[in-house]
Each structure stands twice: as C-alpha cells, then as structure tokens.
C-alpha cells in the first residue's frame, strides 16, 4: 500500500537550517507529482512546495520563496524540502503529499523559536 513517512522536524532558533525527508513506497514514484504542505496552530493547511516527477518543474509558495528548496530522489523514491532562514511564522506540522490518490504522510513537527 501507498506509504509516506516524514522525518527531520526538530526544534531550531531563528536563522536556523532543517531538512525534511518523505520516504515512500507502494506506487510508481518517478511518475508523481509531489507536494510538501504545513499546518500551523490554528490555521488552515497550506501548500508550500511542489515538485514535478523528474524536478524540473517546482513551484513555491511565496511566504518560503527564496528560503526553502524541494528536491526529489527517484532513485530512492524520496522528496526533500530544504529549509533555511527559518523564522517563527514557519512554525507548523510539515506534510509530505501525493496528489494522485490523495495521500498524506503523518506529518513532521516544525517549530523555529529562540
């Protein structure tokens, strides 16, 4: 069955660096589209990065613009979100996201405080 498993989130000051990782299995990877979206306290989830299934197209949106980087690995069907200048407002549960089928990870906790 499709799996997505998140690691990486941690607690950092702000300036700081994190990178996430989702792990997957059960589908054709390499020929998937995939998204990392965030969920901050009290908030709605919000899209923050997609990849297309070779990388070369990738989409940000503009609060990480500049800061935050997604790659993907086909070879170890993996996707990556670099995140760097981390600020408090980035503070939320980061989730890996399969748009074909609608599947989400469990979720890796973020949170950027001094």
């Known amino acids: 069955q499709v799996q997505l498993v998140e690691s990486g989130g941690g607690l950092v000051q702000p300036g700081g660096s994190l990178r996430l990782s989702c792990a997957t299995s059960?589908?054709?990877?390499?020929?998937?589209?995939m998204n990392w979206f965030r969920q901050a306290p009290g908030k709605e989830r919000e899209l923050v990065a997609y990849?297309?299934?070779?990388?070369?197209?990738?989409n940000y949106a503009d609060p990480v613009k500049g800061r935050f980087t997604i790659s993907r690995d086909n070879a170890k069907n993996t996707v990556n979100l670099q995140m760097n200048s981390l600020k408090p407002e980035d503070t939320a549960v980061y989730y890996c996201?399969?748009?074909?089928?609608?599947?989400w990870g469990q979720g890796t906790q973020v949170t950027v405080t001094s």
């Open positions: 990849i297309g299934p070779s990388g070369g197209v990738k």
């Open positions: 059960g589908f054709s990877f390499s020929h998937d589209v």
């Open positions: 996201y399969r748009p074909n089928g609608a599947y």
